[in-house]
């Protein structure tokens, strides 16, 4: 796990909830306190959707809420606070494994997430890794925190 505290706060929301840079994550969950606090479970209800295709993921991909975020994040005024927790989708997950050239068999039950907060009138992005084993090695944990970093210095929005 890395904290990122970005410099570029105007950059980095217009990426997040104005274009489609973070759109194949999945989101976790969402929180925006503004006169009213939101919250939003990214979490899928099955049961709603008659196709299988609908129910690969457990979560929802970010661009289906983005423009509902998006609205309740902009006025005149700045939010209090948001949270956004987004995780990187099973296509993701397997291209970023070919990249890396990382055995699948080490992120078995693990889970990669990106989670954006906003307070104070500081931005940060903090990278990490949820497994449902525990295991001593944090190689694969190291590769996720370079990546994140990677990703920010990419898109310009850290020093």
Request: proline fraction near 1%.
């Amino acid at each position: 796990m890395r904290e990122h505290e970005i410099s570029e706060q105007k950059k980095l929301t217009t990426l997040l909830f104005a274009k489609e840079d973070f759109d194949e994550y999945l989101l976790v969950e969402a929180k925006v306190q503004t006169f009213a606090t939101y919250h939003i479970s990214g979490k899928i209800v099955k049961e709603y959707f008659d196709d299988e295709e609908s129910r690969k993921e457990s979560f929802c991909q970010w661009k289906k809420v983005r423009n509902l975020c998006y609205d309740m994040v902009k006025g005149k005024k700045l939010p209090i606070s948001f949270t956004i927790v987004l995780r990187l989708s099973s296509s993701m997950l397997l291209q970023w494994l070919k990249n890396q050239d990382i055995d699948n068999h080490l992120v078995d039950g693990k889970s990669f997430f990106v989670n954006i907060y906003y307070r104070e009138k500081r931005l940060y992005v903090v990278s990490g890794m949820a497994s449902e084993t525990f295991g001593l090695d944090k190689s694969v944990e190291k590769l996720w925190d370079d990546e994140v970093f990677r990703i920010l210095s990419q898109l310009k929005v850290v020093a």
